[in-house]
Structures are given as C-alpha cells and as structure tokens.
C-alpha cells in the first residue's frame, strides 16, 4: 500500500510539474523542521465553488512560540459575491468595509511568500485550503503542495485516546475551553489564527500526543 508520505510526493510531483512561475518552486522544498506556517480564512460564505475569501489571516510558529514580529493580515475586495447576512455575523466585516481591499490575486502570492514551505496548521484546514486553491490553481497551475495539520483531528484522537467510545466536541470554543486557552473577543481571520496556533502547541507539547 502507498504511504501517506509517498502519496504526498507523487501528486507533489505532478503538481510541480503543472507550476506556471518557476519563481515559486521553493514551496515544494522540503518543509523547514519545527516552522509552522498558521492560518485562518473568512468568507462571504461555505461554498468554495461561489464563495469569495474577504480576509486571510496567518502567523508563524517557530519551535515552540507563535513568532509575534511575523503577522500576515490582509482583508479583500470580494470579486463575485456579495456578503451574506449570516457571514457579517460571524466575523463583523461588512462591505463597506473591504472597498479598499487588497486584489485577490496580489493577497495569493504574498500569502505563499510568508508561508513558504512550512507545515501548514488550522482548523478545519480542508475548507481554507480549497478556498486558496480556487484562485492559486489560476494564477500559477498548482494547488498549494505544503504539508497539513489539521488540530480538530489531533484534538479528537487525543480525547479519544482519554475517554474511547466518546462523543467528541470538536467546535472551535469547545476545544479552546477543554484546554483552558483565552478566547479572544474578535471572530477575525487574525485571531482565529492566533488561537488555532495555541490549540496546536498546547497540543503539541501534551505528553500524549504525537504529531505525525
């Protein structure tokens, strides 16, 4: 049977091959040991199909800290879509709001700048990914190659390891209160990073718990 590993670098092979600016091949470098690149997205809603990224947030984890001089925050001039009431109150932007948003396309490519080739973390990470697919695949050929944690994942396997046969509650403030991490009063891309970034360490440094 293929590994996992193994999967990764055969569809990694073929991604590279389909990369437009060979500028960016330093993403399908092996990933720099114990450097994590965190992020979060917010949208105007849940179809990555229809849906437009409105803010992307992301810090750097080096070691065992969350690197403070290294912040990426961006916020984006929706291209198809308007906002949808639900989404205005979940993370408070509004439209007014993005009228001096950056172009998409300009936010991609910093973003892939500040994550490198760093093991990518987040929550519900699968749904962030695709979104930034949607416009990277595009613009230069490839979906992003990078490595991923998902922390919903390690949490449950965690618990699970606790407590077998459990329910587990993997919702965003469940998690952060199960493991006595400070919500911050802002549902934005920037925080969201932040605390994701927490939940991992916290995670990660637990006795229990092996990142693979």
Do not use: W
Not at 6 to 15: A, D, E, L, T, V
Not at 30 to 39: G, R, S, T, V
Not at 46 to 59: E, F, R, T, Y
Not at 93 to 122: A, H, P, Q, S
Request: charged letters at 30%; proline letters at 4%; hydrophobic letters at 35%.
């Amino acid at each position: 049977t293929l590994s996992l590993t193994m999967f990764r670098n055969i569809s990694n092979y073929f991604n590279k091959k389909n990369l437009k600016d060979k500028k960016y091949s330093f993403l399908f470098d092996k990933p720099l040991k114990n450097e994590y690149a965190c992020f979060d997205c917010e949208t105007t809603g849940l179809n990555p199909q229809i849906d437009d990224i409105i803010s992307i947030g992301a810090v750097i984890i080096k070691d065992n800290t969350i690197v403070s001089s290294k912040k990426f925050v961006r916020y984006i001039k929706p291209k198809n879509c308007s906002l949808d009431e639900k989404s205005i109150k979940i993370h408070h932007i509004r439209e007014c709001d993005l009228k001096n948003g950056c172009e998409i396309e300009d936010v991609i490519l910093d973003f892939l700048e500040f994550i490198g080739n760093r093991t990518l973390v987040g929550y519900f990470l699968d749904f962030d990914k695709n979104m930034i697919n949607k416009y990277l695949k595009p613009l230069l050929g490839i979906t992003l190659p990078n490595r991923s944690i998902e922390v919903s994942e390690i949490y449950h396997d965690f618990k699970i390891e606790l407590i077998p046969q459990s329910f587990v509650d993997l919702k965003f403030k469940t998690i952060l209160n199960d493991l006595d991490i400070p919500e911050f009063g802002n549902h934005d891309s920037y925080n969201d990073a932040i605390m994701t970034a927490m939940i991992f360490l916290k995670l990660k440094n637990h006795p229990n718990v092996k990142i693979k």
